[in-house]
């Protein structure tokens, strides 16, 4: 089951136009938008864990609430982690991630929806954090995946945006 994410090889089109399934456009998302847009997402999928099928996936295609919401409370961790190798490193290069395969690994299925809440939150408020406090030149910083994919910390924060957006949406048109 593939999400939209950090690592999907051809990112650049979440850049050039608005998503064809969620409508979400990236390019449009401004530094002061970042954090409202990630905190509303989190308090979204934290809703949508307290519905009593919130484990439940809705087809064999798409993921449960509860594995969306352990995969957007991982997409913040991980974006923390390579949004402070991009401000305290010149132009780092990131560790590969699998999200397919640390959804198996970490068995988002059987997690348990309280604790995934929680932790959405906890990263969710590290995350925004850590963006609240960025201004001039830190938006310019750069940063890269192996596949060459080179990021500014404001193109980075416009494709993470996305993620947790489309994710709500995938939720809510279950």
């Not at 089951?1 to 390019?27: H, N, Q, Y």
């Not at 974006?79 to 590969?96: I, S, V, W």
């Not at 750069?142 to 416009?158: E, I, K, N, P």
Request: with cysteine; hydrophobic share 40%; aromatic share 10%.
């Amino acid at each position: 089951m593939t999400a939209i994410s950090p690592d999907t090889k051809d990112w650049t089109w979440v850049l050039r136009r608005p998503c064809p399934e969620c409508g979400f456009d990236a390019a449009a998302v401004q530094p002061s938008d970042v954090g409202p847009h990630l905190r509303q997402a989190a308090l979204d999928l934290c809703d949508a864990l307290r519905r009593p099928d919130a484990a439940v996936r809705p087809d064999p295609a798409r993921w449960s609430p509860l594995e969306y919401a352990c995969h957007v409370r991982d997409v913040y961790r991980l974006y923390l982690t390579r949004l402070d190798l991009m401000l305290g490193q010149d132009d780092p290069l990131f560790a590969n991630w699998d999200q397919d395969q640390t959804a198996v690994t970490e068995r988002y299925d059987l997690q348990d929806a309280a604790l995934v809440a929680r932790e959405l939150a906890e990263a969710t408020d590290a995350l925004t954090s850590r963006y609240a406090g960025l201004a001039g030149d830190a938006w310019d910083r750069t940063g890269r995946r192996s596949d060459g994919a080179t990021f500014t910390v404001r193109t980075f924060s416009q494709y993470l945006v996305h993620d947790p957006v489309h994710h709500v949406w995938d939720v809510s048109h279950a």
